[in-house]
């Protein structure tokens, strides 16, 4: 938006210089002022053609300031969707670690009474 109000105000003046310096020169009735007024008028369009060419080539290189602007916009979406999904899947495996925490608990639980069950002695070895 700064850019875009920069460049209104440069074609603003570009716009009413070379009048305003006209009637500079015709109220003041100098012709030697109005010959070096053309040739710095000269001067002045060229260096203008030259800021337009530069502009266009930036605009050309960068793209469109509102093109880029919504494509900013778009990437920010995207960013913000997928900071939600990489919330949640992190949310998610918490749940998982502590379900497999609460089955790695059971199973060792279970290994342990397997164990204590082959160890003890059976009822016909009492005999």
């Given amino acids: 938006m700064h850019t875009a109000l920069a460049m209104d105000r440069l074609e603003i003046r570009v716009k009413l210089a070379p009048r305003s310096l006209l009637s500079f020169a015709a109220i003041s009735g100098n012709a030697e002022g109005m010959s070096d007024?053309?040739?710095?008028?000269?001067?002045?369009?060229?260096?203008?053609?030259?800021?337009?060419?530069?502009?266009?080539?930036?605009?050309a290189?960068?793209?469109?300031?509102?093109?880029?602007?919504?494509?900013?916009?778009?990437?920010?979406?995207?960013?913000?969707?997928?900071?939600?999904?990489?919330?949640?899947?992190?949310?998610?495996?918490?749940?998982?670690?502590?379900?497999?925490?609460?089955a790695s608990a059971a199973l060792g639980t279970a290994i342990a009474e397997v164990q204590a069950a082959l160890e003890r002695p059976s009822p016909e070895e009492n005999m």
Avoid: I
């Avoid at 007024?37 to 605009?59: C, G, H, I």
């Fill in 37 to 59: 007024l053309d040739s710095s008028l000269r001067r002045f369009e060229t260096a203008v053609s030259r800021l337009e060419a530069a502009v266009d080539t930036l605009f």
């Fill in 61 to 102: 290189q960068a793209g469109h300031p509102a093109l880029l602007k919504k494509e900013l916009a778009a990437m920010v979406e995207d960013r913000a969707k997928l900071a939600g999904q990489l919330e949640q899947s992190l949310a998610r495996e918490q749940e998982l670690q502590v379900l497999a925490d609460e």
